[in-house]
């Protein structure tokens, strides 16, 4: 799990998920907090109940290059972003699409803004069970030549205005679509050696 503060809201947050040690059981969360004017120290602690989940099958995984990581808080952001995959070029994914990893694109090697009102960046991971569809792999096939760059903001595609129009900027070279299939091929023809339980069901195929 994850704390970052952020300057810009002047609040801390929490978040990602936890290790699978952790899994279906009942831990307490201790916050404590220092004013740093008067030096007065407050705690407080939060029981949570850790649910395990199998990871998602696919997923998609992007640079929005217009927002820093602590904008995809905003329920309404992330709706808008879900949205634009199950209502448009994921509609297979309706029903478990979710964001499976988030974090600042500085932390990937991202250059910090010259500016501090430009954005930092975030990569983003969406993950789903559902196949991919048509229109996403004849995306994926779109943006296949640019793999081999480091950034491409200059990039448009044919999906480029749906994404504009509901606010989020893409770095295309970032764009990839990833399956648990993709990965065994991947780890096969490499002869990295997978033992039958590994093979039937991979483990631990996204961070986050």
Same mark, same amino acid.
């Given at each position: 799990?994850?704390?970052? %503060?952020?300057?810009?809201?002047?609040?801390? +947050?929490? +978040?990602?998920?936890?290790?699978?040690? +952790?899994?279906?059981?009942?831990?307490?969360?201790?916050?404590?907090?220092?004013?740093?004017?008067?030096?007065?120290?407050?705690?407080?602690?939060?029981?949570?109940?850790?649910?395990?989940?199998?990871p998602p099958i696919n997923r998609v995984e992007m640079n929005i290059t217009n927002l820093n990581w602590v904008h995809l808080t905003d329920l309404g952001r992330v709706r808008?972003?879900?949205?634009? %995959?199950?209502?448009?070029?994921?509609?297979?994914?309706?029903?478990?699409?979710?964001?499976?990893?988030?974090?600042?694109?500085?932390? %990937?090697?991202?250059?910090?803004?010259?500016?501090?009102?430009?954005?930092?960046?975030?990569?983003?991971?969406?993950?789903?069970?559902?196949?991919?569809?048509?229109?996403?792999?004849?995306?994926?096939?779109?943006?296949?030549?640019?793999?081999?760059?480091?950034?491409?903001? %200059?990039?448009?595609?044919?999906?480029?205005?749906?994404?504009?129009?509901?606010?989020?900027?893409?770095?295309?070279?970032?764009?990839?679509?990833?399956?648990?299939?993709?990965?065994?091929?991947?780890?096969t023809t490499t002869n990295v050696p997978m033992n039958e339980e590994e093979t039937s069901t991979p483990k631990n195929l996204w961070v986050g």
């Amino acid at each position: 799990m994850n704390f970052q %503060f952020s300057k810009e809201r002047q609040f801390g +947050y929490l +978040y990602g998920s936890a290790t699978e040690k +952790y899994a279906n059981r009942k831990i307490d969360i201790e916050i404590v907090g220092l004013n740093k004017q008067n030096y007065e120290t407050r705690r407080i602690v939060i029981p949570i109940e850790i649910i395990a989940k199998a990871p998602p099958i696919n997923r998609v995984e992007m640079n929005i290059t217009n927002l820093n990581w602590v904008h995809l808080t905003d329920l309404g952001r992330v709706r808008n972003l879900k949205g634009i %995959f199950t209502d448009e070029l994921w509609q297979e994914s309706a029903d478990d699409l979710s964001i499976i990893f988030m974090e600042s694109a500085i932390k %990937f090697g991202a250059r910090l803004p010259l500016k501090p009102q430009n954005r930092e960046g975030v990569i983003v991971h969406l993950g789903s069970n559902a196949n991919f569809s048509k229109r996403l792999m004849e995306l994926n096939e779109e943006i296949k030549p640019l793999s081999k760059l480091t950034t491409c903001t %200059f990039k448009k595609t044919k999906v480029q205005q749906i994404f504009q129009n509901a606010g989020f900027s893409i770095d295309w070279c970032a764009f990839k679509i990833i399956s648990a299939d993709d990965v065994i091929s991947t780890m096969t023809t490499t002869n990295v050696p997978m033992n039958e339980e590994e093979t039937s069901t991979p483990k631990n195929l996204w961070v986050g």
